[in-house]
């Protein structure tokens, strides 16, 4: 991936530097933004702060649909405030644990994860980076942005959730007997828990009130890690790994080379000028799954897109198709492995086929109501 992103972003390069500069200007503070967010993640959870509430929801839960509106509640907030990658990369040990420690089937709280972490990344700029991508264009704080989609990610949160309750509900309904699991057991000291909720909530600030928040929240995420690793609560090799650099200078070099192409070609944009907002959503759900809605971002959003709002359905929700839709999909398959849990790509994309479409008409019904492009 790494080398496939540098050769791209070599040849864009090559093909019109000017072009090339002004993708990257556009590609690289959401890049940067999710690096800090997922330092302040690994922050959170090397501090108990996610084991503290995944055990705490196992242990008030005594029934599985309590369990489960627990579970939206947890992956939905942690995704808004955090960013989706970080929601699946640090929750989905969390949640298999706390099924585990229910006794029950994992298979709602695992699969639910995924897909909710994809359907509730719309909220926020820093949810997703494809929002930041196509928000270059609009210079919008994350307050006003909250304004205009919150109707929209309510009921594209509800609908994911509640398609996945019913799929499930034999494993929901089925009675538990719970037992002692370790993963759900790890908690943390007062200053590290003192670490994390304050990465956390100076994150959630600098994302609502900047309109360009990536530099600060990534200092934010070093120097909450640094905090972390003083008090050897954490190690660099560990933060490497979260990263993922080969994926990220992958996905970002090409994502640089197909915002190249959209700047130099008016094809994608004089297309989605041609569509309403139910086929700029498709087009964009389409896209992603085939190349991936980062750069599927870049290239769409390389000029101002028509109907930004409706874009970033497609982008935010249409991943939840098939696992080359996001990168949360390679995340929450290698976090599920950490934890012992054999997630089947068949089944997920069985229940993203339904979801996905579902989801993005609710979200882009309330958008038309609104009258928000």
């Given at each position: ?45 090397e ?8 055990h ?15 579970t939206?509640v ?5 995704t ?20 585990r ?45 909250l304004?205009?989609v ?51 909530l ?32 954490a ?7 979260i ?13 640089v ?38 750069p ?5 959003a ?21 696992v ?16 012992g ?17 579902l ?15």
């Open positions: 991936m790494a080398v496939v992103g540098v050769l791209g972003a070599v040849f864009a390069t090559i093909f019109d530097h000017t072009d090339a500069g002004s993708a990257a200007n556009q590609d690289w503070p959401p890049f940067v933004l999710v690096s800090g967010l997922l330092l302040v993640g690994l922050v959170a959870d501090s108990g702060l996610f084991a503290v509430a995944g705490g929801l196992a242990r008030v839960s005594t029934r599985g649909p309590l369990l489960f509106a627990g939206v947890l992956v939905a907030s942690v808004s405030i955090l960013n989706l990658d970080t929601s699946v990369a640090f929750l989905t040990p969390i949640l298999v644990y706390t099924a420690y229910r006794g029950g089937g994992e298979a709602p709280l695992l699969y639910g994860c995924l897909l909710l972490s994809n359907a509730a990344s719309l909220l926020l700029p820093g949810s997703n980076l494809t929002n930041l991508i196509v928000l270059g264009h609009l210079h919008l704080s994350g307050g006003r942005f304004s205009d919150a109707p929209a990610w309510l009921v594209s949160v509800l609908i994911t959730a509640g398609v996945i309750a019913f799929v499930e509900r034999g494993a929901l309904r089925a009675p538990t007997q719970p037992e002692a699991v370790g993963g759900t057991e790890r908690g943390g000291d007062g200053v590290g828990l003192g670490i994390g909720v304050a990465a956390v100076a994150v959630a600030v600098l994302v609502l009130s900047l309109s360009s928040p990536a530099l600060p929240v990534a200092a934010v995420g070093v120097v909450a890690l640094t905090a972390t690793a003083l008090s050897g609560r190690s660099p090799g560990r933060a490497l790994d990263l993922g650099l080969p994926v990220l200078v992958g996905l970002f070099g090409v994502a080379a197909l915002g190249t192409l959209g700047r130099s070609w008016s094809g994608p944009t004089t297309a989605l000028s041609h569509l309403d907002a139910w086929g700029t959503a498709g087009v964009a759900a389409v896209a992603s799954v085939l190349v991936n809605n980062l599927a971002a870049s290239l769409l390389a000029r101002v897109p028509p109907r930004p709002f409706a874009l970033l359905v497609g982008l935010d929700i249409g991943p939840n198709l098939f080359t839709g996001s990168l949360a999909w390679i995340l929450w398959l290698r976090a599920a492995a950490t934890a849990a054999a997630p089947s790509i068949a089944k997920a994309t069985r229940l993203g086929v339904v979801v996905a479409p989801a993005m008409a609710g979200a882009l019904g309330v958008l038309v109501l609104a009258g928000t492009r």
